[in-house]
C-alpha cells in the first residue's frame, strides 16, 4: 500500500556525552556519540539532561521508518531474528558532527559538569528551549554500526 502524503517529521535526538559501563542488571551502556533517546521536539530539558546529553534536531527519514529507527534504538534485540545488538546501535561519532559544525567543542560537550547545548538556545533559569538550529540531514550523520555505514 502506497503512501500518498508522506510526512517527515523533525525529531529531537539525544547523544550520550559520558561513558557508562555495562550494569549488573544487563542493561546497556552508553559511549560516547551514541545515541539514547528520539523524541518529538521539546520544549525543555533538564538539568542534568543538558550536561551528559547532547541535544540536536534531525530529519531526513520518512515518519514510519522514523518508527523503525526509534524502535532500535530502544529495543537490545532485532525483533525478527531476536540477534542481539552489539550495545547501542545508532551513533553520531563526534569527530563528524565537529566536521559538519566547526564551531562544536567537543572538550566542554564531554565535561559532565558543563551545561553546553550548541544546537538549542535554552533560556538558563528555567531550562526552556527557545530556538533551535535547523534540523541536520541523518543522511551522512548517523552512523548504523550493525551494518558498518552512515544512514
Avoid: C
Avoid at 547501542?88 to 564551531?103: D, I, M, N, S, T
Amino acid at each position: 500500500m502506497g503512501v500518498t502524503n508522506p510526512n517527515y517529521p523533525t525529531m529531537e535526538i539525544a547523544l550520550a556525552m559520558v561513558n557508562a559501563p555495562d550494569n549488573a542488571d544487563g542493561t546497556e551502556r552508553m559511549k560516547k556519540g551514541d545515541i539514547i533517546a528520539i523524541r518529538k521536539p521539546a520544549d525543555f530539558i533538564g538539568s542534568q539532561e543538558g550536561k551528559i546529553f547532547l541535544w540536536l534536531h534531525i530529519d531526513g527519514p520518512e515518519e514510519n521508518e522514523f518508527a523503525a529507527f526509534a524502535q532500535q534504538v530502544f529495543e537490545p534485540t532485532d525483533p525478527e531474528t531476536g540477534e542481539r545488538f552489539d550495545k547501542r546501535r545508532y551513533e553520531v561519532p563526534l569527530g563528524r558532527l565537529q566536521v559538519l559544525y566547526p564551531a562544536f567543542n567537543q572538550s566542554r560537550a564531554t565535561d559532565p559538569n558543563d551545561f553546553y547545548q550548541p544546537f538549542l538556545l535554552i533560556d538558563s533559569e528555567d531550562f526552556e528551549i527557545v530556538a533551535a538550529d535547523p534540523p541536520y540531514a541523518v543522511s551522512g550523520l548517523v552512523f548504523d554500526k550493525a551494518i558498518g555505514d552512515y544512514l
